[in-house]
T-cell receptor, first 115, second 114 residues
Framework: GAVVSQHPSRVICKSGTSVKIECRSL??????MFWYRQFPKKSLMLMATSNEGSKATYEQGVEKDKFLINHASLTLSTLTVTSAHPEDSSFYIC???????????FGEGSWLTVV | AQSVTQLDSQVPVFEEAPVELRCNYS??????LFWYVQYPNQGLQLLLK??????LVKGINGFEAEFNKSQTSFHLRKPSVHISDTAEYFC????????????FGTGTRLLVSP
């Protein structure tokens, strides 16, 4: 399979600050990466699709200016939560399409706690 | 609208018993089907996938699933579970039309007890 890595795995930030989460494809190039958010005991909600070299495509209801996504290279996408608030506290997971172009592999996830 | 249904939010089972976790989806057009497992405080790990070919697919950890196009189902099975199989299991479907977004079910928590 393909390996997708996220960093940091856990982060605590103060309300009003910004925090960046990185998603890397370690052994393959990923032109498309996906960012999900998972609420406690809930399923995954697709936030946006990150395309290398172009703007991300956001799902309905996701604030583009709050959740900034950058896909600067074929192996790295970043999610920046700007002006974080306690309600942004959640488990964020990234994923990428593997070499077969269909199978999606997930990172380990990042716990964000805003205090 | 495209949707994925996992009818059981929680399935309790005794160790070494068989288990089936159900997954149904809304449309029978060309689909790719996946099962993922999530252990506590971790990301998602791919268990198995159906892209084409044989409708019975085998995955890791002794799990298997069968694609049933007429019933639009992709149920996950294991003949004998272990305590270590306790986790959250997510069914996911990718429709091969339009944007090809991966849609998840709400998850089924498998609880294996001794």
């Amino acid at each position: 399979g393909a390996v997708v890595s996220q960093h940091p795995s856990r982060v605590i930030c103060k309300s009003g600050t910004s925090v960046k989460i990185e998603c890397r494809s370690l052994d393959f190039q990923a032109t498309t990466m996906f960012w999900y958010r998972q609420f406690p005991k809930k399923s995954l909600m697709l936030m946006a699709t990150s395309n290398e070299g172009s703007k991300a495509t956001y799902e309905q209801g996701v604030e583009k200016d709050k959740f900034l996504i950058n896909h600067a290279s074929l192996t790295l996408s970043t999610l920046t939560v700007t002006s974080a608030h306690p309600e942004d506290s959640s488990f964020y997971i990234c994923s990428a399409r593997g070499r077969d172009g269909n199978t999606i592999y997930f990172g380990e996830g990042s716990w964000l706690t805003v205090v | 609208a495209q949707s994925v249904t996992q009818l059981d939010s929680q399935v309790p089972v005794f160790e070494e018993a068989p288990v089936e976790l159900r997954c149904n989806y809304s449309s029978s057009v060309s689909v790719y089907l996946f099962w993922y497992v999530q252990y506590p405080n971790q990301g998602l790990q791919l268990l198995l996938k159906y892209l084409s070919g044989s409708t019975l697919v085998k995955g890791i950890n002794g799990f298997e699933a069968e694609f049933n196009k007429s019933q639009t189902s992709f149920h996950l099975r294991k003949p004998s579970v272990h305590i270590s199989d306790t986790a959250e299991y997510f069914c996911a479907v990718q429709w091969n039309t339009g944007f090809q977004k991966l849609v998840f079910g709400t998850g089924t928590r498998l609880l294996v007890s001794p």
